[in-house]
């Protein structure tokens, strides 16, 4: 089963940048989509981003445009790059991993505030 650690969450003004990094360790085998999902308090987890082992990704409606998925696989990494970002991306950003049979494997989580 693959570990996942992110890094890269913090405070940063509306209309800043971050980068997140996800870490990957331990067996990848079976794994169909790396993502990155997000969850705010009182709201559901959410899809952020996710990229095939294709290269192909899909993004949720709200960061279409602002954010970009890219995953390095000689390095083990999946990144999450966040322009322009709003008060509403602020979240707990998980790193997500999943199965060809359906199965999710989580990271901690990371933290991102964006003031106003």
Request: glycine residues 14%; charged residues 15%; aromatic residues 10%.
């Amino acid at each position: 089963q693959v570990q996942l650690v992110e890094s890269g969450g913090g405070l940063v003004q509306a209309g800043g940048s971050l980068r997140l990094s996800c870490a990957l360790s331990g067996s990848f085998f079976g794994i169909a989509n790396l993502g990155w999902y997000r969850q705010a308090p009182g709201k559901q987890r959410e899809l952020v981003a996710s990229i095939t082992s294709g290269g192909s990704t899909n993004y949720g409606d709200s960061v279409k445009g602002r954010f970009a998925i890219s995953r390095d696989n000689a390095k083990n990494m999946v990144y999450l790059q966040m322009n322009s970002l709003k008060p509403d991306d602020t979240a707990v950003y998980y790193c997500n991993a999943r199965y060809i049979v359906g199965y999710d494997s989580w990271g901690q989580g990371t933290q991102v505030t964006v003031s106003s």
